[in-house]
């Protein structure tokens, strides 16, 4: 009887034991407490707010968005890590304003990740916030890209209000706090228009963070961004280029009036080459035919399909073969 009652409080204690060395281990897992996670309109952006009760190793926190309630489609809106909390039992409040451009009557998702001082991940979300349709100033594209020596950053804008106009910041932190302006003030057009800005103080394989600011008449403003872009080449290796589908930059670039396009096949395929403008409209179709194996050259001469010439700006280049997209490159027209 003192043997069954021995066994029997050694399976107790067993079983004691494994259930507080499992909630322990379970307990470890959880990094944050997530009280409230919120997202919000306010002065042109939609701003996210989120709460902890507790935080266990906490290192910080990314921000995604998507168009489509899919989070593989989505992006990060936070170039840098948020700081968590670290391990704390006091409620922590936070807030963050997603400067990415927004489109008006659009539905964005929003996913919340928690990254452990480990590395390990927890993903809260989706939330949603449909954007106002009174905005003043709505920009479709903004990109910045690297060419010879240079950084060529452009914006179009759907719709514009009461702009006076726009300035550039950049940072080689991709931290708002360290961004500094380096443009003099670009006037605004107030309708529909596309706009480039040259940035030519750059070193070489660095990366830069840029920034866009909208000045209102009443002084009021609103910075978009950051978009990003690292200054350098990877290096090619020859032997392989041989073997593969090539679209080359084109040269010179920036051009005017004309630049020539250059690419390479491995076999004999039907080629069509498109240049587009920053909106996504078709420009001019450049080839559209039957080419042999090996390297050719396109000329683009800055005309539309219609013969007239286009304005200045940044242009897109796109290879199809057999009717498969290969590749897409910019170019710089400058007038």
């Known amino acids: 009887m003192k043997k069954t009652n021995l066994i029997n409080s050694i ?48 290192a910080g926190w990314n921000i995604y968005r998507s168009e489509n309630g899919n989070i593989q489609d989505s992006i990060q809106v936070n170039p840098i890590l948020i700081p968590g909390a670290g391990t704390t039992t006091e409620p922590t409040d936070y807030d963050y304003i997603d400067r990415y451009p927004v489109y008006p ?16 991940i927890e993903i809260f979300g989706p939330i949603t916030i449909v954007i106002p349709d009174d905005m003043p100033v709505v920009i479709v594209n903004f990109i910045a890209d690297y060419y010879d020596d240079l950084v060529i950053i452009g914006w179009s804008t759907e719709f ?11 940072s080689d932190n991709g931290n708002i706090e360290d961004m500094i302006n380096i443009s003099e003030l670009i006037d605004g057009n107030n309708c529909p228009a596309d706009y480039e800005f040259i940035d030519y103080d750059i070193e070489l394989n660095q990366t830069y963070w840029y920034w866009l600011e909208c ?87 800055g005309i539309d399909e219609s013969g007239k010439s286009v304005s200045s700006g940044i242009y897109f280049y796109k290879l199809s073969v057999n009717g498969k997209t290969e590749e897409v490159k910019k170019c710089l027209l400058l007038k």
């Open 215 to 301: 000045i209102f008449f009443d002084g009021d403003t609103a910075l978009f961004g950051p978009i990003f872009v690292f200054t350098g080449q990877l290096s090619i290796d020859e032997e392989l280029l041989k073997s593969q589908i090539n679209l080359y930059q084109n040269y010179p670039n920036p051009f005017n009036p004309a630049t020539t396009i250059s690419f390479s096949i491995p076999e004999e395929s039907k080629v069509n080459l498109i240049v587009y403008n920053i909106k996504g409209q078709k420009v001019k179709e450049l080839a559209a035919s039957k080419f042999d194996k090996g390297n050719h050259s396109v000329i683009w001469n």
């Open 11 to 58: 399976r107790l204690l067993f079983c004691l034991t494994f259930l507080f060395i499992l909630r322990t281990n379970l307990t470890a897992q959880i990094t944050v407490e997530l009280t409230y996670f919120a997202v919000s309109f306010y002065d042109y952006f939609p701003e996210v707010s989120w709460g902890t009760q507790s935080e266990t190793n906490n």
């Open 160 to 170: 514009e209000s009461s702009i006076l106009g726009w300035k550039i910041y950049r």
């Open 105 to 120: 009557e659009q539905t964005y998702w929003y996913w919340l990740e928690s990254i452990s001082e480990s590395g390990e």
